[in-house]
């Protein structure tokens, strides 16, 4: 397959950052800047709602305020801070990649109450605002992780999984969302698999690297030319420190309309 010369990475946030990213997204497309205009998009997470609500062409200006337009569907899952200590203490205990992604595969699948993982898709399918990938030529990657292996996967528009399932099983990381089911399996945050997953993006000549977890420029190795958005002082106050507090969602969404002027300008050179 062709390398891709520009791509577009979009990581994991949790709640607050899918806000932050679609306050940002939104707001350069109102100054004229689209970020799905690139060849390759990877939305890991959070970016990966946020990547299949841009690449499908949906209006971002819904994101402003979910709750307040969501009418009487699905409501989002509520955190359990304990559950996501545990998965926290396996990530953190220096095991071999596979064995702690399996562990937290197994704290997620003992965790999970019945019939909550596909409560979850019909939740991302509400705010992403559709089921179909886009078309074939514009290139969706969503990584995620098998629970019941600890195998990381990634999905695009041939891989058979509806789209909403996809995102929904990127975004289920354990204690925040239940696991999601599929094809026999369930699949767990893709953010397990690498973090943002930049490395799906190998092979461009210019990467635009989104994270609302990160406070500074991201390093990449390669020839890429790396333009690299992260919350800036403003943003980062408005996100807080928990990315699961739903509370935050407007104050980041619109944090990161307010800094799109600031991105363009960044972002006038690619």
Known sequence: ?????????????????????????????????DLAAVDLVVGTSAGAIVGAALTSGQDL?????????????????????????EVFTVLGAALPPEEARRRVGRIALDAAAPDAGQALVATRRRLIGTDTWPAAGSRLLIPAVQAE????????????????????????????A?????????????????????????????????????????????????VSLFPDAASAAALGTDPTDLSAWVPAFRAGQRQAAAARERLAGV
Do not use: K
Not at 11 to 31: D, K, S
Not at 63 to 84: E, N
Not at 160 to 165: F, R, S, T, V
Not at 185 to 196: E, F, V
């Open 1 to 33: 397959m062709r390398s891709p010369v520009s791509a577009l990475v979009l990581g994991p946030g949790g709640a607050v950052g899918t806000a932050w990213m679609a306050g940002l997204a939104h707001g350069l497309r109102g100054l004229g800047i």
């Open 178 to 226: 239940p696991p999601v089911p599929f094809g026999g399996r369930h699949y767990i945050d893709g953010a397990l698999r690498a973090g943002s997953n930049a490395d799906l993006a190998a092979g461009a000549r210019t990467v635009i690297l989104v994270e609302p977890m990160a406070r500074q420029a991201s390093g990449q190795d390669g020839p890429a030319a790396v």
């Open 149 to 176: 292996s600890g195998e990381p996967v990634v999905w695009d528009h041939d891989s058979g999984i509806p789209l909403a399932a996809a995102v929904a099983a990127s975004s289920a990381f354990p204690g925040a």
């Open 61 to 85: 200006a819904h994101f402003a305020d979910p709750a307040a337009s969501g009418g009487d569907g699905p409501r989002p899952p509520q955190a359990d801070p304990r559950l996501m200590g």
